[in-house]
């Protein structure tokens, strides 16, 4: 048998301990400047770019993850980042880097020279 104040150190400790395990869950989830990865896609197939090249807006920090699947050997390069994966036929290829720069950016093949993506920093 234990006394009350026993018991009622106990209830004070299995509560500040939950307190703190809720506080240290949500400050991660709740933090405003968690980075999310930004997941791009792109299909290369008798030149034809799919989704069709366009803009696409990333926050300056995040991790920028593009994975690209062409039919025909090349290599495909993010100007201003100096990153490149080369690419198999058949076989997706993807880049991932922090967009920390501001700016334009151009993602284009080598080799066949087609423009897939522009990236926006900002």
Request: net charge negative.
């Amino acid at each position: 048998m234990t006394s009350p104040l026993a018991r009622r150190l106990l209830a004070a400790l299995m509560l500040g301990v939950t307190l703190l395990t809720a506080t240290a869950c949500g400050s991660s989830a709740a933090d405003p400047g968690a980075s999310t990865v930004k997941e791009i896609t792109v299909t290369i197939a008798g030149r034809q770019v799919t989704p069709p090249p366009g803009r696409i807006d990333v926050t300056k920090g995040q991790t920028v993850r593009i994975t690209v699947t062409g039919d025909a050997p090349d290599e495909a390069h993010v100007h201003g980042y100096d990153k490149a994966v080369t690419l198999t036929p058949g076989t997706p290829a993807t880049i991932e880097f922090v967009a920390d720069q501001d700016g334009l950016f151009e993602f284009e093949t080598h080799e066949s020279k087609l423009q897939l993506l522009q990236l926006v920093v900002r």
